[in-house]
């Protein structure tokens, strides 16, 4: 007999039949011997309705009485999927994060986790019940309620499990696994079978959705096997994430990805001397604003350069005004700013023992006449901003070039 | 400076711009000196969208879990309350019926008040905070979450209002007082502007649907300053409930109440012995059927009689089928239901002292031709059972007899 931890994303609680549905799925496991602990989102569309409540009410909401209304979501569900097991005949029992608890840190609206006590869902366990938990909330040292940042179920699930010590932890999603790439954008983009957490980590944090990235560095942190699944099957393989030394056929690259929410910002003729990146960095940081790429041309003439970063869309014209405010501080003669460009990334191990990745990705994008206006690495990952235009394009190109569509690429 | 609990129902914090119009009445209070704990439900129509879901879910659904559930409602106008007052620089906080601790017993979705601890939310208002407090919602001794019955908004704020000794307590809804009957059967319906509590639980218990009786229950016992006005009305009077001896102008009577969902059975042809009628009420206080008016006739030849009583129209079907697995135990010839049938009462602490009351009553009746079927009282309460279709010209008329459009009739 094992223990599983199921998460039930917002899509497959959407409503009552999907319900349901999804607590057919639990007595399936449960049937299979296993025991169950369930975690749960939203009903699909309920979060966005209460976002959309707190904006109506004032433009700078509270994020502390954000999270008392964004929690009653999953509140919905929880009782309704434990109402649903009992009328299959399966004993369950409901769990919010306070009656849990699931203790967080002070941050509303993106909170982090503490601690977790086990005690209640253990003797709940033992009691035969299966314990439907509340994901995307906490409480914190002041019996406050918390919530974890959207997509915060998948964090909740995979603390559960690495607490509860569970055999496997279920993600069930809309997608059947995660792919090589988005298949909307490629056809013939595979399904993985298997991506180490580093991988997936790179994946999530670059802009695929699957997962939520806090979840995966718990994953890898705690040893969790994890799973993405899909709601929709019977009999779902989904892909495991894991760690690299359980991959016996390793691929050099698991994946593409594609990011749109990216802008550039180029400072003209700042002064070639120590001191400078660090007053624009400074004052980035300072701000909460995450800087990713950045690129600082030669300085032709020795004392003068240009220096080009990357950073979210969002954050944009928030830099731009800080920036402009320092203009004196930091000494530069003009600023430029593009929020037309996407970055598009390889990912995957196997870069770590092989060689000569760089040298064909950059091959395959000139062929296609797309420019590469910046480029920044890792271990495990290449990264290009594009215009934003070529993103398709440019995504497809490097799919053929690495024939990801076979196994063993 | 005192103390008022302020009570908003769903219609008066129905979208977000209701709630910010309950804000600016919070501000006025506060703005006159006074200290305030605002208690809400949740906005109209989302309970009942709550409690379709469960439907949906099982028709034997869970009340533990439904409580999980419809409780999420009040949680979402709590925060959002806040914000909205925040927003008009008054400092304010929610609190869900678990972080009071609202404490009930276990009665799950009709659970009843055991203590209210009042430290929380002193201090918050001792830190010139506002309590925003969710209505209709408590926790057990488990630490499950427990409501308190449709409008179970009404008691919380009563209940609150009686241990924090508040000098007032307001339930603001969307009728502008209790008036002598309801105004859309009889034009010249009038706003009563005080009214005992004994006149307004029979009131509330016979139908008029303004407060939950259990909220007049806990007036009285407790002696709170209860007020009904109007959310939507910019100086509201509204109608105070009060003790007896804070009325000087007595009115003899105050009201008349119509109740459409009554029923009537009569047994034919019952022994005319005794134990007969205890064993139909045995059986029907067994299934927890409440009956209220009983009658039976004269025993023309001393031997067998007929024996009628009112219920509720709800419990119909379920007590004639207890009543025909009973009938060789009970010993009945036939049985004869109606549930086409009304209950229109006089109700006015005045009965006490003046004498002719029931005269004038069957009088205005039969001038209409109305035929009076069964009749109960009580010292402030003349009921009598017609047939339904004459109920608004019974309460018309009896406005009319007792000229209810006056003051001091």
């Avoid at 983009?189 to 560095?217: F, I, P």
Wanted: net charge negative.
């Amino acid at each position: 007999m094992g223990l599983v931890v199921q998460k039930f994303g917002g899509t497959s609680v959407g409503d009552t039949n999907r319900i349901k549905n999804v607590a057919l799925k639990v007595k399936k496991e449960i049937d299979a011997g296993n025991q169950v602990v369930v975690v749960v989102s939203a009903m699909a569309g309920v979060t966005n309705q209460l976002v959309q409540y707190c904006q109506e009410i004032s433009e700078n909401y509270s994020l502390e009485e954000y999270d008392v209304v964004v929690s009653t979501g999953e509140q919905v569900t929880i009782g309704l999927l434990a109402m649903a097991l009992q009328a299959l005949g399966v004993p369950a029992q409901s769990w919010t994060g306070w009656q849990i608890p699931f203790v967080t840190d002070n941050s509303a609206s993106k909170a982090r986790i503490n601690q977790i006590e086990v005690e209640g869902l253990q003797a709940c366990l033992k009691a035969g019940k299966v314990p439907v938990v509340a994901g995307f909330q906490g409480i914190n040292a002041q019996g406050r309620i918390t919530t974890l940042g959207r997509g915060g179920s998948d964090t909740s699930a995979v603390a559960l499990a690495a607490v509860l010590k569970a055999d496997r932890c279920d993600i069930y999603t809309d997608v059947d696994g995660v792919y090589t790439t988005d298949p909307r954008f490629v056809k013939n983009a595979r399904k993985l079978d298997r991506v180490t957490y580093e991988e997936m980590l790179e994946m999530a944090s670059l802009g695929a959705k699957v997962l939520q990235t806090r979840s995966v560095e718990l994953a890898m942190k705690y040893q969790v096997n994890l799973r993405v699944v899909s709601s929709f099957e019977n009999n779902p393989v989904g892909t495991t994430i894991c760690d690299e030394r359980d991959i016996v056929e390793k691929e050099i690259i698991s994946g593409i990805t594609c990011c749109r929410d990216e802008a550039k910002i180029t400072l003209v003729g700042v002064q070639d001397k120590p001191g400078v990146s660090a007053a624009v960095f400074n004052a980035m940081a300072q701000a909460n604003i995450c800087i990713d790429m950045i690129v600082q041309s030669d300085s032709p003439d020795g004392s003068h350069t240009d220096m080009t970063f990357t950073l979210p869309e969002a954050d944009l014209s928030r830099a731009l005004s800080i920036l402009d405010k320092d203009k004196e501080h930091i000494g530069y003669r003009a600023i430029i700013s593009d929020s037309d460009c996407a970055k598009i990334s390889l990912i995957g191990v196997g870069m770590r023992t092989h060689t000569g990745i760089a040298q064909r990705m950059f091959k395959a994008l000139s062929e296609k006449g797309i420019n590469v206006q910046t480029i920044s690495t890792s271990e495990i990952k290449i990264s290009v901003l594009i215009a934003a235009e070529y993103a398709e394009l440019a995504v497809r190109a490097l799919h053929n070039a690495f024939h990801l569509e076979k196994k063993e690429n």
